[in-house]
């Protein structure tokens, strides 16, 4: 009886002993254990750095938007509180699920952005039917201009299971907003920011009660544009009336797609850049519908395609500048030198666009006239070597290295293409096309903009650029973009001033061009180009640079199954010149006084 005593008081003993080991040696440990089961760190997103044009002014910016999201702190979520999200936020449980799976450390889980206040109100009024549903305030992408430059700055989205996996080394995790396009994409390091967050107490049911503690999250940095919004907005209008103008009265119904780009030829920046259709980036800012997903993604014309890098023409008659440069400094033919066009080339029937014949004409007429004849001569003495060789000099065949993602390469006519592709040997007929811009040519409008940029500034080639510099939140600039020179056209002043000339001449009387802009006030040089479409009726392209002595403006324009380069190119460029030299096309008249 005895032992069993001493037993017992050797137990309680024990007990009491790691009692008094547990609340007075590791009282604080545990005491934090204990605040850890009641004390959150919940996460703050941090707002997005923002966008301005060249002049300052705001393109792209946040608001602030509600967020449903999930704070399971005191248990799994119940079946009951997803199948109720599903129906309330028109979200499906499969998704829900799969976002719950990914689910790590305490971090909210954003099931539905952008949320109108309806939904708000429901969560908030029936707090209990929704036990660890949260409604948070995130900053939303805002732009302010809805479609305005969509291709330009991208959107961006949720991440997804490919792009986790990818970035998780990089800080990135489930729920987070990134760029999926556009500068959007390219930049999203240096506009995410650094994300905060603050100690929140909550109950037993998981319930926030109280904050604690905050940390104010950092906005990411800001991005100044080489952009010049009144560019933008008149190359858009111009591009927008043009197309409803070929659709409904021009007599081209397939007319729905067109690309511009305006860039300065002495430094390489990008003025304006246009791509038709568009979308409204704002869409996806808070998780795009599958209605509005459907509009886009099985629309024929593509409107996430930026064109103006990706979209591939040949192009046209814009391509006879080379083959005149390659002709002229290869001694094939001479500035005097008068070529006869019957209508047709005499060694193969190829012809003038309809059946045009202009007689003995001379370098300077052929171009400024665009004559068909006359440069299918210029490739019948250059052979198709020579011709790659000068279109590559230019910069064809190559991306122009633009701070974009997505850009294509284009294709320069060349043997090797064709054998490798088509197993088969390179014809003269095929030189000919060639020469004027057809066949086996690609390009994009921002190369052949670059490309007559090469003309504009004496022969540099620059590499484009979108963004002139990046400004942490407290106005320190964290990197600043200059001008990068990429290559030297190595031909003689001799040839370039012909060139020059004989552009010039495209928008003067009896130019291709002339007609429309025989009263400009700004001189300035061109081209037009009507490429053949196997897939639909012709494209249209117009080029341009000016003023013609000075030149601070190329532009480049195309229109998907426009027709001529003429009629339906030239009138878009011509206002999107009048926007950059303010010109006012459509002046108020002086008002009537009528009486005193």
Same mark, same amino acid.
């Given at each position: 009886?005895?032992?069993?005593?001493?037993?017992?008081?050797?137990v309680?003993?024990?007990?009491?002993?790691?009692? &008094?080991? =547990?609340?007075?040696?590791?009282?604080?440990y545990?005491?934090?254990?204990?605040?850890?089961?009641?004390i959150?760190?919940?996460?703050a997103?941090?707002?997005? &750095?923002?966008?301005?044009?060249?002049?300052?002014?705001?393109?792209?910016?946040?608001r602030?938007?509600?967020?449903?999201?999930?704070?399971?702190?005191?248990?799994?979520?119940?079946?009951?509180?997803?199948n109720? =999200?599903?129906?309330?936020?028109?979200? #499906?449980?499969?998704?829900?699920?799969?976002? +719950?799976?990914?689910?790590?450390?305490?971090?909210?889980?954003?099931?539905?952005?952008?949320?109108?206040p309806?939904?708000?109100?429901?969560?908030?009024?029936?707090?209990?039917?929704?036990?660890?549903?949260?409604?948070?305030?995130?900053?939303?992408?805002?732009?302010?201009?809805?479609?305005?430059?969509?291709?330009?700055?991208?959107?961006?989205?949720?991440?997804?299971?490919?792009?986790?996996?990818?970035k998780?080394?990089?800080?990135?995790?489930s729920?987070?907003?990134?760029?999926?396009?556009?500068?959007e994409?390219?930049?999203?390091?240096?506009?995410?920011?650094?994300?905060g967050?603050?100690?929140?107490?909550?109950?037993?049911?998981?319930?926030?009660?109280?904050?604690?503690?905050?940390?104010?999250?950092?906005? &990411?940095?800001?991005?100044? $544009? #080489?952009?010049?919004?009144?560019?933008?907005?008149?190359?858009?209008?111009?591009?927008?009336?043009?197309?409803?103008?070929?659709?409904t009265?021009?007599?081209?119904?397939?007319a729905?797609a067109?690309?511009?780009?305006?860039?300065?030829?002495?430094?390489?920046?990008?003025?304006?850049?246009?791509?038709?259709?568009?979308f409204?980036?704002n869409?996806?800012?808070?998780?795009?519908?599958?209605?509005?997903?459907? =509009?886009?993604?099985?629309?024929?014309?593509?409107?996430?395609?930026?064109?103006?890098?990706?979209?591939?023409?040949?192009?046209?008659?814009?391509?006879?500048?080379?083959?005149?440069?390659?002709?002229?400094e290869?001694?094939?033919?001479?500035?005097?030198?008068k070529?006869?066009?019957?209508?047709?080339?005499?060694?193969?029937?190829?012809?003038?666009?309809?059946?045009?014949?202009?007689?003995?004409?001379?370098?300077?007429?052929?171009?400024?006239?665009?004559?068909?004849?006359?440069?299918?001569?210029?490739?019948?003495?250059?052979?198709?070597?020579?011709?790659?060789?000068?279109?590559?000099?230019?910069?064809?065949?190559?991306?122009?290295?633009?701070?974009?993602?997505?850009?294509?390469?284009? $294709?320069?006519?060349?043997?090797? /293409?064709?054998?490798?592709?088509?197993?088969?040997?390179?014809?003269?007929?095929?030189?000919f096309?060639?020469?004027?811009?057809? &066949?086996?040519?690609?390009? #994009?409008? $921002?190369?052949?903009?670059?490309? /007559?940029?090469?003309?504009?500034?004496?022969?540099?080639? /620059?590499r484009?650029?979108?963004v002139?510099?990046?400004?942490?939140?407290?106005?320190?600039?964290?990197? @600043?973009?200059?001008?990068?020179?990429?290559?030297?056209?190595?031909?003689?002043?001799k040839?370039?001033?012909?060139?020059?000339?004989?552009?010039?001449?495209?928008?003067?009387e009896?130019?291709?061009?002339?007609?429309?802009?025989?009263?400009?006030?700004?001189?300035?040089?061109?081209?037009?180009?009507?490429?053949?479409?196997?897939?639909?009726?012709?494209?249209g392209?117009?080029?341009?640079?000016?003023p013609?002595?000075?030149?601070?403006?190329?532009?480049? +324009?195309?229109?998907? @199954?426009?027709?001529?380069?003429?009629?339906s190119?030239?009138?878009?460029?011509?206002?999107?010149?009048?926007?950059?030299?303010?010109?006012?096309?459509?002046?108020?008249?002086?008002?009537?006084v009528?009486?005193?």
């Open positions: 009886m005895e032992g069993l005593a001493v037993i017992v008081c050797l309680i003993f024990a007990l009491l002993s790691r009692l &008094g080991y =547990l609340q007075i040696v590791e009282g604080e545990y005491s934090k254990l204990a605040d850890g089961n009641r959150r760190l919940i996460p997103m941090a707002p997005r &750095g923002l966008f301005y044009d060249r002049n300052g002014i705001l393109m792209v910016s946040n602030p938007g509600f967020t449903v999201s999930l704070l399971p702190l005191s248990g799994p979520v119940s079946d009951d509180v997803v109720k =999200l599903s129906v309330l936020l028109g979200v #499906t449980k499969e998704s829900i699920y799969a976002k +719950v799976k990914q689910h790590t450390a305490f971090d909210p889980i954003h099931i539905k952005s952008d949320v109108g309806e939904i708000v109100t429901v969560i908030e009024e029936q707090k209990d039917e929704y036990p660890g549903v949260v409604i948070e305030i995130q900053p939303i992408r805002n732009y302010v201009n809805n479609d305005f430059a969509a291709h330009i700055f991208g959107y961006v989205s949720e991440i997804n299971d490919t792009e986790l996996e990818k998780k080394s990089d800080g990135y995790k729920g987070d907003i990134i760029g999926k396009f556009g500068l994409r390219v930049y999203d390091k240096e506009l995410r920011g650094i994300d967050g603050g100690q929140v107490e909550v109950d037993v049911t998981g319930k926030p009660v109280q904050v604690l503690g905050k940390k104010e999250p950092v906005p &990411g940095c800001d991005l100044t $544009l #080489t952009i010049d919004e009144n560019i933008q907005k008149a190359a858009e209008k111009a591009i927008d009336e043009q197309l409803l103008y070929l659709q009265k021009g007599g081209r119904p397939n729905k067109a690309a511009a780009v305006v860039v300065n030829p002495q430094t390489g920046e990008v003025l304006a850049m246009v791509s038709r259709p568009a409204n980036p869409l996806f800012a808070g998780g795009i519908s599958t209605k509005d997903w459907n =509009l886009i993604n099985n629309n024929p014309n593509h409107p996430l395609d930026n064109k103006a890098i990706t979209g591939e023409y040949p192009p046209g008659s814009t391509f006879k500048v080379v083959t005149g440069v390659a002709a002229l290869e001694n094939k033919v001479t500035p005097e030198e070529i006869l066009d019957t209508g047709k080339h005499w060694i193969i029937p190829k012809v003038n666009a309809e059946g045009e014949a202009l007689g003995w004409i001379n370098f300077q007429e052929a171009l400024s006239k665009s004559d068909n004849v006359y440069f299918y001569e210029m490739g019948n003495r250059l052979g198709i070597d020579l011709i790659e060789k000068y279109a590559r000099m230019f910069g064809l065949g190559a991306k122009t290295g633009i701070n974009l993602p997505y850009e294509s390469e284009g $294709l320069v006519a060349n043997r090797k /293409y064709k054998e490798e592709v088509f197993e088969d040997d390179w014809y003269l007929s095929e030189t096309d060639a020469a004027i811009g057809q &066949g086996f040519n690609l390009v #994009t409008p $921002l190369q052949i903009a670059m490309l /007559y940029s090469e003309i504009a500034n004496g022969g540099i080639r /620059y484009p650029y979108l002139s510099k990046i400004t942490a939140p407290d106005g320190t600039v964290i990197k @600043q973009f200059q001008s990068e020179k990429l290559g030297q056209l190595t031909i003689s002043q040839t370039m001033d012909l060139i020059r000339i004989s552009l010039r001449d495209v928008a003067r009896g130019g291709t061009a002339g007609q429309i802009f025989k009263d400009f006030p700004v001189p300035i040089a061109g081209k037009t180009g009507t490429a053949e479409n196997p897939h639909g009726s012709d494209h392209w117009f080029v341009a640079y000016g013609f002595d000075n030149p601070q403006y190329v532009v480049a +324009v195309i229109v998907d @199954q426009g027709g001529f380069g003429s009629m190119a030239v009138p878009i460029g011509k206002k999107i010149l009048e926007a950059a030299f303010h010109i006012d096309n459509n002046p108020k008249e002086n008002p009537v009528i009486g005193q």
